[in-house]
């Protein structure tokens, strides 16, 4: 993209002034209101359709008289802002193909008369794979929102029919902002290579207990033209303080959920703070009373630590995050 | 100072102290300091103007944990200050490839060109994705600017140096008999603007920084009341006391009282460790939790994978 601003950008209808950034993807002209699509050539640029601010917030406002939790404040939440934008995405199509090596512990249980033994044994393991993956790059720099991680899988979930942004029409009443790629689609077929890599390397990773090789190629299978996904947020406000939540614009699906953390909530979480007790001395005590293998009392009692750990941070947290698995 | 541009002969008033410098009329970048072109230069507006980004530090700040009830109320806002820090946008590239095997290592990285940086952004810290413009001498109007402190060879090392951890690890587990190497390349300089409020409540002053393109929260203090502190620190107690009587109960079961009493009273210190943290500081500090990639998945049952799996590895 050129840095020269010297050049006056105007209406290709009827000559009026546009304001343009390096940002703009399209500017809507104020005088007649045609768009005005700042895209080069070579760029194919897909689009989904996105529904309309109201159905985004006819959609929260459901939620609010549906969700557990939000009908018993329903009264006095307020909102407070709701944006959409259009985020520029690639989709590749990548297989992974190459073999790794670990380690594996297994606990073994033998018995020799009456007495029964455990006793681990760590086996070498190795595998060829080839697999193939979709991986969703997002076309900005050093960028990632709330919860665009969760738009991108979603997209990929859900599969919604993506239009030639030229036979796209109603954008005007949509009043969305549309965000540029910032990345060409030979850097972003790099990213996705590393990723596809990362992905299996993470899934192996947790197949065994210790990865001491791994070796893989990337090929690329299919490359996605740009694809400008829908993503609205809505912001809404309870007591002092506000909350985001964050959807999918082509089909109203809630991504991500910010959520204020009630009494009960806190009341839940000392329970599990005390679970985690329970869990601890359970484990401790079952060492001596059933003869059963140290370690296992120990992992109990660890694992009754990270339990009331984890809730004990809650007890005191700000926000709870409310999302949907895919 | 008053600079003209060398490209167009345009005229134009440049901060002190700001070492690159992009034309409004023609957008033509110089590096006054060295005089050679440098990289591109652009700008982020503050999309959030002082009393949004200061309601959103309030909101933020009132939905703490044992925050006075006249919290937001009360607050006074002493003083309110734009910073506009530059950062350096890198893209690195690690790469390795032989016979059926690719290393890739890929980044993009936008860092802060400071040794010790004015503002607390935490780390990992994605910038946003909204509206970056060239320069406008209106932009900047009223703002702190800040020139790179910190030169852009010693930035794009660093960049090198973050990619290069990663990178070695993936060729340590290919084997390392392939020819590797990094590469990376500047895509230009960003001033980014981030608020900075003073503010005090009662006879307490704090300060808080807010992201100013996305009203994103970065730091703030506030206080924790008396309440709550003596409530958080009982609850605390309470808890250590509970998870020890959970703890007898369950060691009575298999007649191991005693047993059972240590096993329950250990995680009761852990679980009471967050509330006592509230209870010990009456002046406490917000700071964004970034949702990084890694970050997203934290679950229980994925940090107690994780433990399990080092203790396996570990061996006991």
Redesign the interface.
Known sequence: M?????IEFKCKNCGGKLDV???TLVAICSYCGTPNWFVESSEEIMIVPSVSRDEILKSFLTRVSEDFDLKRIADKIQIVEVAG?Y?PFYFFSIKV??FYEGWK?ERVVESRGRSVQTR?RRRKVSERFSSILKVPILG????????L?ELASHYKYSNPKAVPISDFKNFRDLKM?F?RSE?GVD?AS??A??DA?DIM?SKISSKV??????????KILEKSPIILLPYWYVIY?Y????YRVAYAGWDKHMLLAQE?VMIYHRLQY?AG??S??????????????WGVDP?FS????????????????K?????RIEGVKL | MNYTCKNCGGNFNVPEGVTVVTCPYCGFTVNIGIGRLDVEHYFYPAIYDAQRAYERLKYILSRQFGVPKDFSLQLNLVNRVLHYIPLYVFYVEGKAHGSGIDVLEVDYLALPAFKISPIPIPQEYMFPVRGKVYFKPQIIRDAVFYSPTISRDELENIAKSKLYLRFSRELDLSGRSIEAKIDSRCDGLVHYPIWEFKYSYRDYSFNGFVDAVNGEVLYGQYIVSTFHRTFSFSLGIGLIFAGGFVGLISGLIFSMPILGFIGGLIPSFAGAIPLFMKSAYKVQTYSLNVFGKSKRDESLSKELLDVMKFIGKIGI
């Open positions: 050129s840095s020269n601003v010297a950034t390096p940002e934008f985020i193909e190459g512990t681990t900005r720099r050093s960028a990632e929102d709330f919860s991680n902002t965000l990345i850097e790099m990213i290579r590393d890599g390397r207990d210790e990865l001491t090789k791994f070796v893989c190629s990337t406000s007591g002092d303080s506000i204020p000392f703070v005390l985690g007790c329970l869990i601890s001395a359970f484990g401790f005590t079952s060492l001596f009373s370690i120990i992992l109990g009692l660890i694992a009754g630590c990270i339990v009331s750990w984890f809730f004990g941070k007890l005191v947290s700000d926000v």
